[in-house]
Antibody, heavy 127, light 108 residues
Framework: EVQLVESGGGLVQPGRSLRLSCAASGFTFDDYAMHWVRQAPGKGLEWVSGISWNSGSIGYADSVKGRFTISRDNAKNSLYLQMNSLRAEDTALYYC????????????????????WGKGTTVTVSS | EIVLTQSPATLSLSPGERATLSCRASQSVSSYLAWYQQKPGQAPRLLIYDASNRATGIPARFSGSGSGTDFTLTISSLEPEDFAVYYCQQRSNWPLITFGPGTKVDIK
């Protein structure tokens, strides 16, 4: 069974840092791009960051650029999000998501859509 | 940044009715658009990708159309489990991906 399990969320003060992790299982992790998507309480979805299968292509939403860093460890089947200089507006449920096509597929043309999602980990930024 | 606008914000319909949801992009995204469904307390589920391709396991009552800047998600006959929030998402200008604000389909 394809599974994504996020961890590392919690309550943190403004200006501090937090590192989220996502453990993947049930698929060949290093074949796929991965993403972080967040959802503030009662709000819509916001794409945060994405990373290609080999870390060669990375993207960030403007709202987190320069503060957040996405990374992956294919040997450990894990995805990470280092969040620095946290703000109240970063408070959200953070989802890890798998990209739909493996890089070897004829359908692949870069990180695109998210076909498997974890249950999320909650980040609360407050003093 | 490509901005996605969804309309209407809320759609009130009865089971068995046809639902038509719209997503408009601020500039062309070609066919690089997806639709997701999200129910309360659940993670989103991919329904449609590349504007018109159903994701694995998605019922045939869900269909997508459009290209360029105007896209439509159609649910041909609403089932009770289809009442949810629907989001569109573009990947045209990677490394930046954006979601629309969502359309809530609720029971009339």
């Amino acid at each position: 069974e394809v599974q994504l399990v996020e961890s590392g969320g919690g309550l943190v003060q403004p200006g501090r840092s937090l590192r989220l992790s996502c453990a993947a299982s049930g698929f060949t992790f290093d074949d796929y791009a991965m993403h972080w998507v967040r959802q503030a309480p009662g709000k819509g979805l916001e794409w945060v960051s994405g990373i290609s299968w080999n870390s060669g292509s990375i993207g960030y939403a403007d709202s987190v650029k320069g503060r957040f860093t996405i990374s992956r460890d294919n040997a450990k089947n894990s995805l990470y999000l280092q969040m620095n200089s946290l703000r109240a507006e970063d408070t959200a449920l953070y989802y890890c998501a798998k990209d739909i096509h493996p890089y070897s597929s004829s359908w692949y043309f870069g990180p695109s859509y998210m076909d498997v999602w974890g249950k999320g980990t909650t980040v609360t930024v407050s003093s | 940044e490509i901005v996605l606008t969804q309309s209407p914000a809320t759609l009130s319909l009865s089971p068995g009715e046809r639902a038509t949801l719209s997503c408009r992009a601020s500039q062309s995204v070609s066919s690089y658009l997806a639709w997701y469904q999200q129910k309360p307390g659940q993670a989103p589920r991919l329904l449609i990708y590349d504007a018109s391709n159903r994701a694995t396991g998605i019922p045939a009552r869900f269909s997508g159309s459009g290209s360029g800047t105007d896209f439509t998600l159609t649910i041909s006959s609403l089932e009770p489990e289809d009442f949810a929030v629907y989001y569109c998402q573009q990947r045209s200008n990677w490394p930046l991906i954006t979601f629309g604000p969502g359309t809530k389909v609720d029971i009339k």
